[in-house]
């Protein structure tokens, strides 16, 4: 198989597969909204291309526009992390023991009152 015949069925699956997603969650979006919200809060009912736009609305408010698959923030974070997990295993157990007791004072207001350090959650 040819590689443009191969990438094309690849984006038409991918795009059928998009497509679909979209059509549930809006289809979701709608029922849930129009079965619970006007019973409990009297608002109207809404319209699929109405909760096709609460859906990007809500997107846009708390999932922002991230870099896509590409790393990512994710991808940052496994990298500052490994270079974490790199320095920790490069530490004494006297350093080792000083970052524990230096981050555990650096924590110790978001403790509940009466926990000791280092007792399980």
Request: charged residues 20%.
């Given at each position: 198989?040819?590689?443009?015949?191969?990438?094309?069925?690849?984006?038409?699956k991918?795009?059928?597969?998009?497509?679909a997603?979209?059509?549930?969650?809006?289809f979701v979006?709608?029922?849930?909204w129009?079965?619970?919200?006007?019973a409990?809060?009297?608002?109207?009912?809404?319209?699929?291309g109405?909760a096709?736009?609460?859906?990007?609305?809500c997107?846009?408010?708390?999932?922002?526009?991230?870099?896509?698959?590409?790393?990512?923030?994710g991808?940052?974070?496994?990298?500052r992390?490994?270079?974490?997990?790199?320095?920790?295993?490069?530490?004494?157990?006297e350093?080792?023991e000083k970052?524990?007791q230096?981050?555990?004072n650096?924590c110790?207001?978001w403790?509940k009152?009466?926990?000791?350090t280092?007792?399980a959650?």
């Amino acid at each position: 198989m040819k590689r443009g015949t191969w990438f094309f069925k690849k984006a038409i699956k991918v795009l059928m597969i998009a497509t679909a997603a979209i059509l549930l969650f809006g289809f979701v979006v709608m029922y849930l909204w129009n079965a619970i919200l006007p019973a409990v809060i009297h608002v109207g009912t809404i319209s699929f291309g109405q909760a096709l736009g609460i859906l990007v609305l809500c997107k846009i408010l708390f999932g922002g526009f991230h870099s896509g698959w590409r790393g990512g923030p994710g991808g940052r974070w496994r990298e500052r992390m490994g270079g974490m997990r790199e320095k920790w295993m490069n530490m004494t157990p006297e350093e080792r023991e000083k970052f524990k007791q230096d981050w555990s004072n650096r924590c110790a207001k978001w403790r509940k009152p009466g926990e000791e350090t280092g007792s399980a959650v």
